[in-house]
């Protein structure tokens, strides 16, 4: 009995066939182009990310006995895709390029559109930490409706990327509980959408919600008819195959650690790679100003989600080591790590080397917790030096504001008696034991890294045997509270000897976040 989890990230498309221990049996990965063609503006292809998830899929079966599969799940990015009245993908370039019909998630085009929003009164604001995003719907489809009228006149259909991906598989305009809470201002408890809101931030003519979905399921649920006729013969699956209700990519990935977790509300999950998604469950409604949510059975079933994050972190850091002129592409983590440790005399020694250079890597805004989309990235300390000595410096104390970063967002949930005993992590940044140790050391948690690679692709496969089993994914999971995980992760701890370092750095970071905000306030009084 076997599953398969796509994961459509914000890099590639990625493949797994997962057996009903969730143990990985092989994986397949495609490259995905992510196209940046104007300040802020970020888009990809539906065609080819539709191919990369058929020819993975391909691979992954090219061994296997096509009637072994029992079901079928997937996870995306919370991108937008909008369809026409056949179903097609349209172009949400500003310049009408044909093949740009994916607005990605990191796309901040619509900041003057968020700002309308937000100034809106509509009870809806508070499930988003107080504010909406650039990076989430409301302010993109307003920026659709201003910017590209021949487009919003067509649009028969605006999906989140991972309903997208469903509506391919199945041809069910089914939207997933998880993405229209979490991206889309739907608020369940509350009724579900909210006209007024639609109606006052001027998206009237979608008051009747035909075209943002009004068939709104669990992710994990079977959706009806399962894999299409045409879908099966493009994916080489059997028509049928049970395809379960999709997940937002950070939230499949927290499915799936919560399965490394002896119970759902202990453990903090963080999904770092190109941003970083900071997720956490918790028994009951908690409104938190500059942290999403909480969101309503969108992970597990009667559990209330709250999400911070950064948006540019494993981005940050490229950008950084990328820029700096002594670096070159062949310098992976662990050779940088390696080198840091020859400068100095023990580790102790290693991280106290940065006690005077700061980095604050908030490059492409501040997701939470203060939720400010113009913040950008700063540093202090900086000399003349160009060496590969000052690379390994700057590359450590950005691993440093990263940790940093995530200390800041579980500072504003301790203010809310939000607490954790532990900290499980997967994505790109997962890999590099450094950071792990610091981010251990700077949180003052232990740090569970799941050595099953692809998190995001365990998630879906779960949503797959959801649907497989028509079971609730809380009973999929099963926490017993007894687990011995020991043996399936590696951990971290805090080093008791740098708690006071950190504890000196976070002060450092802290204060040089709200200094950039009173710059901001100083000079847009004389740039007007």
Same mark, same amino acid.
């Given at each position: 009995?076997?599953?398969?989890?796509?994961?459509?990230?914000?890099? !590639?498309?990625?493949?797994?066939?997962?057996? %009903?221990?969730?143990?990985? +049996?092989?994986?397949?990965?495609?490259?995905?182009?992510?196209? %940046?063609?104007?300040?802020?503006?970020? =888009?990809?292809?539906?065609?080819?990310?539709?191919?990369?998830?058929? /020819?993975?899929?391909?691979?992954?079966?090219?061994?296997?006995?096509?009637?072994?599969?029992?079901?079928?799940?997937?996870?995306?990015?919370?991108?937008?895709?909008?369809?026409?009245?056949?179903?097609?993908?349209?172009?949400?370039?500003?310049?009408? &390029?044909?093949?740009?019909?994916?607005?990605?998630?990191?796309?901040?085009?619509?900041?003057?559109?968020?700002?309308?929003? %937000?100034?809106?009164?509509?009870?809806? &604001?508070?499930?988003?930490?107080?504010?909406? /995003?650039?990076?989430?719907?409301p302010p993109k489809l307003l920026w659709v409706k201003n910017n590209l009228p021949q487009v919003w006149s067509k649009a028969k259909n605006f999906f989140d990327l991972p309903d997208w991906l469903t509506y391919k598989a199945?041809?069910?305009?089914?939207?997933?509980?998880?993405?229209?809470?979490?991206?889309? $201002?739907?608020?369940?408890?509350?009724? $579900?959408?909210?006209?007024?809101? &639609?109606?006052?931030?001027?998206?009237?003519?979608?008051?009747?919600?035909?075209?943002?979905?009004?068939?709104?399921?669990?992710?994990?649920?079977?959706?009806?008819?399962?894999?299409?006729?045409?879908?099966?013969?493009?994916?080489?699956?059997?028509?049928?195959?049970?395809?379960?209700?999709?997940?937002?990519?950070?939230?499949?990935?927290?499915?799936?650690?919560?399965?490394?977790?002896?119970?759902?509300?202990?453990?903090?999950?963080?999904?770092?790679?190109?941003?970083?998604?900071?997720?956490?469950? %918790?028994?009951? =409604?908690?409104?938190?100003?500059?942290?999403?949510?909480?969101?309503?059975?969108?992970?597990?079933?009667?559990?209330?989600?709250?999400?911070?994050?950064?948006? !540019?972190?494993?981005?940050?850091?490229?950008?950084?080591?990328?820029?700096?002129?002594?670096?070159?592409?062949?310098?992976?983590?662990?050779?940088?790590?390696?080198?840091?440790?020859?400068?100095?005399?023990?580790? +102790?020694?290693?991280?106290?080397?940065?006690?005077?250079?700061?980095?604050q890597p908030d490059m492409h805004g501040n997701r939470s917790p203060l939720a400010l989309a113009w913040f950008r990235g700063m540093a202090c300390g900086l000399g003349l030096s160009s060496d590969f000595e000052n690379l390994?410096?700057?590359?450590?104390?950005?691993?440093?504001?990263?940790?940093?970063?995530?200390? #800041?967002?579980?500072?504003?949930?301790?203010?809310?008696?939000?607490?954790?005993?532990?900290?499980?992590?997967?994505?790109?940044?997962?890999? @590099?034991? +450094?950071?792990?140790?610091?981010?251990?050391?700077?949180?003052?948690?232990?740090?569970?890294?799941?050595? #099953?690679?692809?998190?995001?692709?365990?998630?879906?496969?779960?949503?797959?045997?959801?649907?497989?089993? @028509?079971?609730? +994914?809380?009973?999929?999971?099963? #926490?017993?509270?007894?687990?011995?995980?020991?043996?399936?992760?590696?951990?971290?701890?805090?080093?008791?000897? &740098?708690?006071?370092?950190?504890?000196?750095?976070?002060?450092?970071?802290?204060?040089?976040?709200?200094?950039?905000?009173?710059?901001?306030?100083?000079?847009?009084?004389?740039?007007?």
């Amino acid at each position: 009995m076997t599953f398969i989890g796509i994961d459509v990230g914000t890099q !590639s498309v990625r493949a797994s066939l997962i057996d %009903n221990l969730g143990h990985e +049996l092989v994986t397949s990965t495609k490259p995905l182009t992510v196209y %940046n063609s104007k300040k802020d503006h970020f =888009e990809q292809s539906c065609d080819e990310i539709w191919e990369g998830v058929c /020819s993975t899929v391909h691979f992954i079966l090219k061994d296997v006995n096509h009637e072994n599969i029992r079901g079928i799940g997937f996870d995306a990015t919370c991108s937008m895709v909008i369809t026409d009245i056949v179903g097609e993908p349209l172009s949400v370039s500003q310049d009408g &390029l044909g093949d740009r019909t994916c607005l990605m998630w990191m796309d901040h085009r619509a900041e003057a559109e968020t700002c309308i929003i %937000n100034s809106s009164k509509s009870p809806v &604001l508070k499930y988003v930490g107080g504010c909406f /995003s650039p990076e989430q719907q409301p302010p993109k489809l307003l920026w659709v409706k201003n910017n590209l009228p021949q487009v919003w006149s067509k649009a028969k259909n605006f999906f989140d990327l991972p309903d997208w991906l469903t509506y391919k598989a199945a041809g069910s305009t089914v939207r997933s509980l998880c993405s229209v809470t979490c991206k889309w $201002g739907y608020v369940a408890h509350r009724g $579900g959408w909210d006209k007024e809101f &639609l109606k006052e931030i001027g998206l009237d003519d979608l008051s009747d919600f035909k075209k943002i979905g009004t068939d709104i399921l669990s992710p994990g649920t079977p959706i009806p008819g399962g894999l299409s006729e045409k879908a099966s013969q493009e994916l080489g699956l059997l028509p049928h195959t049970p395809v379960g209700v999709s997940m937002i990519d950070a939230h499949a990935g927290t499915l799936a650690m919560l399965s490394y977790s002896p119970d759902p509300f202990g453990s903090l999950c963080v999904i770092s790679g190109t941003s970083t998604c900071i997720m956490g469950l %918790n028994v009951s =409604e908690k409104l938190i100003e500059g942290i999403w949510g909480p969101y309503e059975s969108v992970v597990l079933p009667n559990t209330w989600l709250f999400e911070g994050g950064q948006t !540019s972190a494993g981005s940050a850091l490229d950008h950084i080591l990328k820029s700096h002129p002594s670096y070159s592409p062949e310098m992976e983590f662990s050779f940088l790590n390696s080198k840091i440790g020859d400068l100095s005399d023990g580790d +102790l020694a290693l991280h106290k080397q940065t006690a005077h250079l700061h980095i604050q890597p908030d490059m492409h805004g501040n997701r939470s917790p203060l939720a400010l989309a113009w913040f950008r990235g700063m540093a202090c300390g900086l000399g003349l030096s160009s060496d590969f000595e000052n690379l390994l410096l700057t590359y450590l104390a950005a691993l440093q504001g990263l940790a940093l970063g995530i200390r #800041f967002v579980l500072e504003r949930l301790k203010e809310h008696e939000i607490t954790f005993d532990r900290m499980i992590i997967c994505g790109g940044l997962a890999a @590099n034991s +450094l950071y792990l140790q610091i981010l251990s050391t700077v949180t003052k948690l232990p740090v569970i890294r799941p050595k #099953f690679v692809n998190m995001m692709c365990m998630g879906s496969g779960l949503l797959a045997k959801s649907a497989a089993e @028509n079971k609730p +994914l809380s009973d999929i999971l099963g #926490f017993d509270g007894e687990s011995d995980i020991s043996t399936v992760t590696d951990a971290f701890y805090p080093v008791e000897n &740098l708690v006071d370092f950190y504890d000196a750095k976070y002060k450092v970071y802290h204060k040089m976040t709200f200094d950039q905000i009173e710059y901001k306030k100083y000079m847009s009084l004389h740039s007007q």
